[in-house]
């Protein structure tokens, strides 16, 4: 079973547009949410992340949302620019597992000029 | 300044073969992971290491061998080629397993067994 579920599995915008990807979680022992960008042909890299204890957490044009009693977390991309297209993924850590991370499934972002 | 370096970027393999993925990195990190890409369900953990001589198990271990003489490397084998693995590969390395410490990861291994 998956323990993080990302929706939606892809998501096309307009330049300027505000893109939204949603994270939902079960596992109470996750500590930390980190999301990660990927291009084709490279390997994922962190965007952003955020700890439970703060509700939002804001880098340039991206925001993670939190939302603990709902275990719920989103990015939103605001502005969004052709080359933000890539496939995003949520991720989550299990505090009594060390740094290992159970990513949510993929969200792949088109932006169109 | 290379970070993590994964090779090779492709290969094909026949049922039953066994093959090495390799896996480098230069940043002295303790803590290195393998992945596995599967559309539509993420990456999803093989084994990873906490430092030079420990590993673990993670979500999806079997089929796989991973050992870490040297913090600087960490292999993953197949021991038995099966098409169920056909997957593209990541290794990812930390400063440590310890915190919020961000992943490093290299550009992938593109397997495809026949």
């Known amino acids: 079973q998956q323990q993080v579920k990302q929706s939606p599995q892809s998501l096309i915008v307009q330049k300027g547009g505000i893109s939204i990807i949603n994270c939902a979680y079960e596992n109470t022992a996750f500590d930390y949410f980190p999301w990660y960008q990927q291009f084709p042909g490279k390997g994922p890299a962190l965007l952003i992340a955020?700890?439970?204890?703060?509700s939002e957490k804001k880098e340039g044009r991206f925001t993670i949302s939190f939302n603990k009693s709902a275990k719920q977390f989103s990015l939103h991309i605001m502005d969004s620019q052709p080359g933000d297209s890539a496939t995003y993924f949520c991720a989550a850590r299990d505090n009594n597992a060390g740094n290992m991370l159970t990513f949510g499934g993929g969200t792949r972002l088109m932006v169109k000029p | 300044n290379a970070g993590v370096t994964q090779t090779p970027k492709f290969q094909v393999l026949k049922t039953g073969q066994s093959m090495t993925l390799q896996c480098a990195q230069d940043m002295n990190h303790e803590y290195m992971s393998w992945y596995r890409q599967d559309p539509g369900m993420g990456l999803r953990l093989i084994h990873y290491?906490?430092?030079?001589?420990?590993?673990d198990q993670g979500e999806v271990p079997n089929g796989y061998n991973v050992s870490r003489s040297t913090t600087e490397d960490f292999p993953l084998r197949l021991l038995s080629a099966a098409p169920s693995q056909t997957s593209v590969y990541f290794c990812?390395?930390?400063?440590?397993?310890?915190?919020?410490?961000?992943?490093?990861f290299g550009d992938g291994t593109r397997l495809s067994i026949l």
């Open positions: 990812a390395s930390s400063r440590s397993g310890r915190g919020n410490q961000p992943q490093h």
């Open positions: 290491s906490v430092g030079a001589g420990i590993t």
């Open positions: 955020i700890r439970p204890d703060v």
